[in-house]
């Protein structure tokens, strides 16, 4: 089966303007959590969706927000980016129920800032 | 607050030596505590999870509660083994949203 797929791999913004990246889990897979890796601060959570609503947030500001849609594929929002968003974005499925702790990884997408 | 410690940024050790990565971990609750891998130019994938008990690819992980860490170990290191190894935790609610360590990268020289 396909495994979690991320687009586009690699991305040049500009300070100030917004990027969007999508997500598409693995079919069946209705929990999508997005993470951004930087060489300073390592993996860090951002937010998970389970069918089509945000279930949990990490400590990020508001200009990271995203969504789900009903066929689970999610898409993150970054607006008004800065330098220090320059990182790379990974995106985790699971079927995301209770007992369930299959977390499979996409490849991620590389944001560059300049 | 949620914090998981791996002391170990790099970990060089010879093929057949015994290996153990180390992480430690701060949470209040009851979490679950989970080891990934990321293989050269692979994606980040589960190596092992404690609820399972299991052994992969020869690795193993006990949970102590009293000492509040979860190493990584393995008897005879293969040079396969050569990756870089996050330790995590899941708070044990139904979300998915880990707390990762700052990775150790395991070299296994010839």
């Known amino acids: 089966k396909a495994g979690v797929t991320q687009t586009p791999r690699y991305l040049i913004k500009t300070r100030g303007q917004q990027v969007t990246l999508s997500c598409s889990p693995i079919?069946?897979?209705?929990?999508v959590s997005w993470y951004q890796q930087t060489p300073g601060q390592g993996l860090q959570f951002l937010f998970e969706y389970f069918s089509e609503t945000q279930r949990n947030k990490g400590n990020f500001p508001g200009r990271f927000s995203g969504r789900q849609f009903s066929n689970s594929r999610s898409e993150m929002n970054v607006s008004t980016l800065e330098l220090g968003d320059s990182a790379l974005y990974l995106c985790?499925?699971?079927?995301?129920?209770?007992?369930?702790?299959?977390?499979?990884f996409g490849s991620g997408t590389r944001l560059t800032v300049v | 607050a949620q914090r998981v410690t791996q002391p170990e940024k790099l970990l060089s050790v010879f093929k057949g030596a015994p290996v153990e990565l180390k992480c430690n971990y701060s949470y209040s609750g009851s979490p679950e505590l989970f080891w990934y891998v990321q293989y050269s130019r692979q994606r980040l994938q589960l190596l092992l999870r404690h609820i399972s008990r299991e052994s992969i690819k020869g690795f193993t992980a006990d949970l102590n509660k009293g000492e509040t860490s979860f190493h990584l170990k393995k008897p005879f290191a293969q040079e396969e083994d050569s990756a870089m190894y996050y330790c995590a935790l899941s708070p044990g609610n139904y979300g998915q949203n880990f707390v990762f360590g700052p990775g150790t990268r395991l070299s296994v020289l010839p």
């Open positions: 079919s069946g897979h209705r929990s």
């Open positions: 985790a499925s699971s079927l995301g129920g209770g007992e369930d702790y299959g977390y499979t």
